[in-house]
């Protein structure tokens, strides 16, 4: 039965989108530009099916049966989350109070995966082996197909048109202050604070105390760097970076892991192995960082993005840990 299909399609739609969005995050090599593709496919799939959906929704709704109201907020949240989503592709609003509606798109999304569940669980569709049959493999080739046309065409048109959105980077991110470090935006995470530290008094504690440096140190390795900050939440800016790189504030020291740690707490870990490419930055555009940017000392982790690049860097560790023991997001 058709309706049983739409909504399989719709399940295995929704779980790629969320698990080709997480990615877009983590993956931070060239790798991005098709992790980012594939999933506007997909959430363009998931818009082609709309007009089959709303048939099964009409006839559901007329129901009234438990599980009405977590099926509408579902859609409510999921209408929202696609909404917010292309008007960040097309870039004609960049934001909406203090939010992006890139992260309205993420924080609705995530919301609705955690509603959604309720949905399917409440409206079961059990699948059959029959399901697996050469007619539906082509069939969701044609969703996908229609995905990916509907990719092109929204392509097609911002480019047409000149809509700021034809110039996003691979990641999605738009292009804020490069060059000009004072027009960069200063972003938290979730709920770090800015810190206002004394330069004259903060000390970097490396390895466990055992190396303690003042800011004039740092400033002294004069080691310089061109990077991309690139934040989860739609901005990326390419910068001059000055400070000290890792692998001489670390020379010496053995070990499987860097552990870099803010004086909020928030802290990255990294491979030992990369520290060469690692910066501590006290500068960035030839002026020493401002306190929004993470004075005196701010990491710069080229390729990754803008959650690796810990602000107002207290402590710099070597440990046996490996370096994926950590949370794949901060958490804090
Ligand atoms: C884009 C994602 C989806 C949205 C926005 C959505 C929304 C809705 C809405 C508003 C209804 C009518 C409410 C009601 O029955 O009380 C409904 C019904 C239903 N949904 Fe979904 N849904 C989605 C995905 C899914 C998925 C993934 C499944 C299962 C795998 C599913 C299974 C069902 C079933 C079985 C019904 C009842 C249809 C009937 O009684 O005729 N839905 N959905
Ligand atoms: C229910 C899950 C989701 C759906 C249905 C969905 C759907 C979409 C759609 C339709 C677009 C526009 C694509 C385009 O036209 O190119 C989009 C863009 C985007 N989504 Fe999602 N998404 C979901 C979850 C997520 C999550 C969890 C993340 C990140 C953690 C994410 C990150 C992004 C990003 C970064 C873009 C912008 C890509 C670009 O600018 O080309 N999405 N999403
Ligand atoms: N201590 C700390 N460092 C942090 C964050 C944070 O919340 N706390 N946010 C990160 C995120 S998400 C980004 S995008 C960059 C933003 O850097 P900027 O504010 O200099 O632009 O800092 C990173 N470093
Ligand atoms: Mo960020």
Redesign the pocket.
Known sequence: MA?RRT??A??GL?VLAFVTGVASWLVGSALVRWIVLAHGVVGLG?VALAPW?RT??R???A?R?P??AS??T??AL?VTSIVAAMIHVTGIVRSVGTFSPLGIHVATAIAAIAV?GA??VQ???RPRTTDLSRRNLLRSGAVLGAGAAGWLALAGVLRATGAPGADRRATGSFETGSGDPARMPVTQWLNDSIQELDPASWRLHVLNGARSYPVDDLVAFDDTLRATLDCTGGWYAEQEWRGARLDRLLEGAGGESILVRSVTGYSRRFARSEASALLLATHVGGVPLSAGHGAPARLVVPGRRGFWWVKWVTAIDVNGEPWWWQPPFPLT
């Open positions: 309706e909504n399989l719709l399940l929704l998931i959906k099964i929704a006839r559901g709704l129901r049966r599980g009405r099926a509408i579902f859609a999921i959604g949905h399917v409206r079961p569709v």
